[in-house]
C-alpha cells in the first residue's frame, strides 16, 4: 500500500481562517496567537508498491477533475511523503512566529474522500485506488516556542468546553497536534 | 402581557423573521436582536430562540463560532434562571457546541450534531418527517401543551443532523432523564431507526434533546416552517394533511394553526406559567 498526500489552500485570502483568529486571540484571549492557516488535505491510498504508481493516478485526478482542487481557486501541491517540503504558496511561516503547530482534523465519517474514492475507480477507471481520506489543516502560528506553543496548540485543539478547545469536537472529529516544522517544512522536531 | 421573546440572529442565520412571526402568532412578542447589541438588552426577554440558517458560515463546524460568542454568557445565565432557549437546526448545532445541551455536566460538550449518514451518504437532505413526542410533556418547556406520544409532521432541512457522542452510554441516560424530547417516526408514531423516517442517523431516533432541566431544548427540525396549516403539504399521511387538504378552498382556516405552532405555543404556556 502507498499513499499520496494532496495539500490545497485558497489562493485568494482565507475568512475562516480570519475567524479562527479572532475567535481564538480575541474571544478566547489567546494572544500569543498570531496568525492562522487553513489548507485541506487528501491522503490517497493505493494498491500498489511503487510511489510513482501512486503519484501517477492522482495526477489524473488532479488533472480530469475538480474533486480534489480547483484551479481556478485553489493552489495545491502533490506530495509523495511528509518530508518533502510544501512550496511557499502553500505555507511559509509569517513574520513574527516563534513556534507554529498544525492540527490535523479528520471527520469520522468523512463522506467526501469516500465520493473522491467512488468516482476516481467508477470514472476514471482507477482500480488501485483502496481509500481518500480528506483533513482540515489549521496551522496556529504563535509568538512563544516550546513548550508553550505545543500547549497553545493542544489547547486549541479539541473542543472540550465552551471556550476550552475550538477547532476539532471529539464527538465526531479526531485530532492531531503536529509540528509545523516536520510537516509542512520537511524539518524534525 | 404577552411573553417577550428573543429570536437570536448571528451573522449568517435565515430563518428569523418566519420564526419571529411564528412565536408572534403564538401569541408572544417576538423581536429579532443581533447577536452583538449591548448585553443588557438580552436580559430584557423571557426566553431566546436561536434560529435555523448557517451562523459564520457553518467555519469550523455548524454552530462552533457562534457559540464562542459573548451573548452566550447571558443566554446561559437567563436559562439558569429558568427562561425557555429553543435552538432550532442551526441553532441546535449552537447549543450543542456551547455545551447546553445534553447539559449532564454543566458546560461541557457531550455530543456532536454530526453529519446525516441516514442516507447512505453524507449531503445535505431536506424533507418532511415525522415527530412523536418522547418525553412526559411538561418535561420541556417545548412540549407543555402538547400530548404524550403526540405526532407532529415538521420539515427538516439539514446537513449536519446527526445526534451522537463518544461518551459510552450517553443516550441511555438521556432515555432514562426524559431528556429526548422529540423522536423521528413513521407517520402512524411508531420510531424508526432507519431512513427515511430517521433522515440523518440520529442516535436513539432523536430530533430534538433538551436540558436536564428541559428549558433549553436544541431541536433540529423546523417548526416555524409549518406553523400554518397553509404550510402543511396535502399529500401528508396523518390528521395534518387532511387539515390541509379540507382546508384548501377557505383561506380563513389555511391561515389556522399548524403543527410547528404546537411548539411555539408550548413555549409561550411554559413562560406564562414558569417563567
Not at chain 1, 47 to 67: Q, S
Not at chain 1, 164 to 184: I, K, M, T
Request: charged share 25%; net charge negative; aromatic share 8%.
Amino acid at each position: 500500500m502507498t499513499d499520496v498526500e494532496v495539500l490545497v489552500k485558497l489562493v485568494a485570502p482565507d475568512p475562516w481562517s480570519f475567524t479562527v483568529y479572532d475567535a481564538l486571540s480575541r474571544k478566547f484571549g489567546l494572544e500569543e496567537i498570531v496568525g492562522i492557516e487553513r489548507m485541506r488535505t487528501w491522503s490517497l491510498s493505493y494498491d500498489v508498491v511503487a510511489a510513482d504508481d501512486a503519484v501517477g493516478p492522482t495526477e489524473t485526478i488532479l488533472r480530469e477533475t475538480v474533486l480534489l482542487a480547483n484551479p481556478n481557486r485553489d493552489i495545491r501541491q502533490l506530495r509523495a511523503g511528509a518530508s518533502e517540503p510544501v512550496k511557499p504558496g502553500i505555507y511559509e511561516p509569517g513574520d513574527g512566529v516563534v513556534g507554529a503547530y498544525v492540527v490535523k482534523v479528520h471527520n469520522l465519517w468523512d463522506s467526501a474522500g469516500e465520493k473522491v474514492a467512488r468516482i476516481a475507480r467508477s470514472r476514471l477507471g482507477i482500480d488501485a485506488l483502496r481509500s481518500v481520506s480528506s483533513s482540515t489543516l489549521w496551522v496556529i502560528e504563535m509568538s512563544r516556542g516550546e513548550p508553550r506553543s505545543r500547549e497553545l496548540a493542544e489547547r486549541v485543539a479539541v473542543l472540550e468546553a465552551r471556550g476550552a478547545g475550538l477547532l476539532a469536537n471529539p464527538h465526531c472529529q479526531e485530532a492531531e497536534v503536529v509540528s509545523a516544522r516536520e510537516y509542512l517544512l520537511g524539518g524534525s522536531g | 402581557m404577552k411573553p417577550r421573546i428573543c429570536v437570536v440572529q448571528f451573522p449568517g442565520v435565515n430563518c428569523e423573521y418566519e420564526t419571529a412571526r411564528a412565536a408572534r402568532k403564538a401569541g408572544m412578542d417576538a423581536d429579532i436582536l443581533r447577536w452583538n447589541e449591548p448585553l443588557e438588552e438580552f436580559t430584557k426577554f423571557d426566553g431566546f430562540i436561536l434560529p435555523g440558517g448557517f451562523s459564520y458560515q457553518d467555519r469550523v463546524r455548524a454552530g462552533a463560532i457562534a457559540a464562542t460568542d459573548e451573548v452566550f454568557e447571558v443566554i446561559i445565565e437567563q436559562a439558569a434562571k429558568g427562561k425557555p432557549v429553543l435552538g432550532i437546526c442551526n441553532g441546535a448545532q449552537v447549543l450543542v457546541e456551547a455545551g447546553l445541551v445534553p447539559g449532564l455536566e454543566e458546560g461541557k460538550v457531550q455530543m456532536a450534531l454530526a453529519p446525516n449518514t441516514g442516507m447512505g451518504r453524507g449531503g445535505y437532505y431536506c424533507n418532511w418527517v415525522y415527530l412523536r413526542v418522547s418525553c412526559a410533556p411538561a418535561r420541556t418547556a417545548i412540549t407543555w401543551d402538547l400530548e404524550p406520544g403526540e405526532i407532529l409532521p415538521v420539515p427538516i432541512a439539514h446537513g449536519e443532523g446527526r445526534f451522537t457522542s463518544c461518551l459510552d452510554g450517553l443516550f441511555e441516560s438521556l432515555e432514562t432523564g426524559g431528556q429526548i424530547v422529540f423522536k423521528y417516526c413513521d407517520s402512524g408514531g411508531v420510531p424508526a431507526e432507519a431512513f427515511p423516517e430517521n433522515p440523518n442517523g440520529s442516535e436513539h431516533m432523536a430530533a430534538a434533546i433538551s436540558n436536564p432541566a428541559g428549558n433549553v431544548v436544541a431541536m433540529m427540525p423546523h417548526p416555524e416552517r409549518c406553523a400554518w396549516v397553509r404550510q402543511v403539504p396535502g399529500e401528508l399521511a396523518g390528521p395534518w394533511g387532511e387539515k390541509r387538504l379540507a382546508s384548501r378552498l377557505s383561506a380563513r382556516a389555511m391561515d389556522d394553526d399548524g403543527p410547528g405552532a404546537r411548539v411555539f405555543g408550548s413555549m409561550r404556556t411554559y413562560i406564562e406559567e414558569k417563567v
